[in-house]
């Protein structure tokens, strides 16, 4: 009673007619649009869907959480990192949450990693029946570990709150695999092999941050290869040989260098030796696209956009200038866009 009559009263602030009953009604529509916005059927689909979840970088973005990739194969969702903000984003973008199994850390820096809690956590509530499998290089278990620990009062509150029949403590937690680098720095490893599903790992150049890796995922004859915080690097040509979609971290060195410069000239040195010391372990949209064109990758999407473009020019920027490099579609990620590639046969 009392939401139909604020309902109303809110309506005639507005100068809406309303009645009780249409009031109750626009209520029910309100729940029922908010519980049905969740996309099950992408579980159903016997394609690769990808969406970006992430695709900001550390500097802060009203509209691009931290890094992150949603790849939905084979009825489950893998995200590669977990950035700050990105778990937001995953169901922001009506992902089915509890079908979240496993997370692929590319590397260890904060904005790759800062929402594991909250991905172990919220799947874990969502319904997830299993613990979270994370896959990512040396050191990742010391990281699960320390999420663990910082989520363990809420993990005991839920499980008294709402019974571990209902909400199992067994499945809070999370399952570490750390991966051993192939030696070769442009060879790569199979982290996971189910179904059809093939995930492998591949080293990339971000550094002093060893290890990084980027991964690929197989499915049905279709690919797609995330190519994490990387410099230039010929393992990703080599790894994502004839992929139908690269999806590669993008960094405008004229735009970070400029804002040193500004930086500098305004006393913000600190911000300035920052900003200079960026582009180094980082790609080029340039340099991307000749990844691109020599590994024969059908689309390239840039992500991990640094800096965070604010405006038509900086956009631009990202892009212009590649059609002579790349002859195939780029695409400027933006959060919660979506990619299908239905089965190749
Ligand atoms: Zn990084
Ligand atoms: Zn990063």
Same mark, same amino acid.
């Given at each position: 009673m009392k939401i139909a009559e604020t309902c109303r009263r809110t309506a005639a602030l507005l100068s809406i007619a309303a009645t009780m009953s249409g009031c109750d009604r626009f209520v029910e529509r309100q729940v029922q649009k908010n519980l049905e916005r969740? @996309?099950? +059927?992408v579980l159903q689909d016997p394609g690769l869907t990808v969406v970006l979840c992430g695709t900001g970088s550390p500097l802060p973005d009203h509209e691009r959480a931290g890094s992150c990739t949603a790849v939905i194969a084979g009825g489950e969702i893998f995200l590669v990192d977990v950035g700050p903000g990105s778990w937001e984003t995953v169901d922001l973008s009506n992902? &089915?949450?509890? +079908?979240?199994g496993t997370v692929l850390l590319t590397h260890l820096h904060s904005d790759h990693i800062g929402d594991l809690g909250e991905t172990m956590t919220q799947s874990w509530i969502a319904g997830r029946p299993e613990p979270l499998e994370v896959y990512g290089p040396a050191g990742t278990a010391q990281v699960v570990e320390g999420f663990a620990q910082a989520y363990a009062h809420d993990v005991d509150y839920r499980v008294t709150h709402h019974q571990d029949a209902f909400m =199992?403590? %067994? *499945?809070a937690k999370a399952i570490v695999h750390e991966i051993a680098t192939p +030696? /070769? &720095?442009t060879g790569s490893v199979v982290v996971l092999d189910r179904g059809g599903l093939v995930v492998t790992a591949f080293p990339v150049d971000h550094r002093p941050v060893e290890p990084a890796l980027g991964y690929r995922f197989d499915w049905h004859g279709r690919s797609v290869v995330v190519s994490g /915080?990387? !410099? !230039?690097?010929a393992s990703v040509v080599r790894n994502a040989k @004839? *992929? @139908?979609?690269l999806i590669h971290e993008a960094l405008v060195p004229e735009l970070i260098l400029r804002a040193a410069d500004v930086a500098e000239k305004t006393g913000r040195t600190r911000l300035a030796k920052l900003a200079r010391d960026l582009p180094g372990y980082h790609t080029s949209p340039v340099e991307a696209a000749e990844v691109a064109r020599d590994a024969g990758a059908k689309k390239l999407v840039f992500t991990h956009?640094?800096? %965070? =473009? =604010?405006n038509a020019l900086a956009r631009r920027m990202f892009t212009s200038g590649l059609s002579g490099i790349y002859p195939g579609p780029v695409v400027l990620g933006e959060d919660r866009m979506r990619f299908n590639l239905p089965p190749a046969s």
């Open positions: 969740i @996309d099950t +059927a992902l &089915p949450t509890s +079908a979240v =199992p403590r %067994s *499945a +030696a /070769d &720095p /915080d990387t !410099k !230039k690097s @004839d *992929a @139908d979609l956009l640094v800096p %965070s =473009p =604010p």
